[in-house]
Nanobody, 123 residues
Framework: QVQLAESGGGLVQAGGSLSLSCAASGRTFSSYGMGWFRQAPGKEREFVAAVSTGGWTRYYADSVKGRFTISRDNAKNTVILQMNSLKPEDTAVYYC????????????????WGQGTQVTVSS
């Protein structure tokens, strides 16, 4: 079992940057593919980025490609989402999630979820 806790959200102006962190419990963190999702008010939770178990392969939603970077440190049981050139449409609650699959963008493949952290981008 994995427990996840996100941090780093906040309010930022358009064009700014934020770094989200996800701390995971458990000794088997490196065996889980990790992802970030987001949910804006009135919308479905959507895929943002994913990183493979070893950290070598990354996958991004088209809407964030070139602006966001996902990384993981298996020694520290953490996953980072670096967000640059933020836009008002990036405003959402951001969730960290863990999957038994090596790498996936499919929401239903993720078993464990954090509580989420709010990101608000002002125009």
């Amino acid at each position: 079992q994995v427990q996840l806790a996100e941090s780093g959200g906040g309010l930022v102006q358009a064009g700014g940057s934020l770094s989200l962190s996800c701390a995971a419990s458990g000794r088997t963190f490196s065996s889980y593919g990790m992802g970030w999702f987001r949910q804006a008010p009135g919308k479905e939770r959507e895929f943002v980025a994913a990183v493979s178990t070893g950290g070598w392969t990354r996958y991004y939603a088209d809407s964030v490609k070139g602006r966001f970077t996902i990384s993981r440190d298996n020694a520290k049981n953490t996953v980072i989402l670096q967000m640059n050139s933020l836009k008002p449409e990036d405003t959402a609650v951001y969730y960290c999630a863990a999957s038994v699959r090596v790498l996936t963008s499919i929401k239903s493949d993720y078993t464990y979820w954090g509580q989420g952290t709010q990101v608000t981008v002002s125009s």
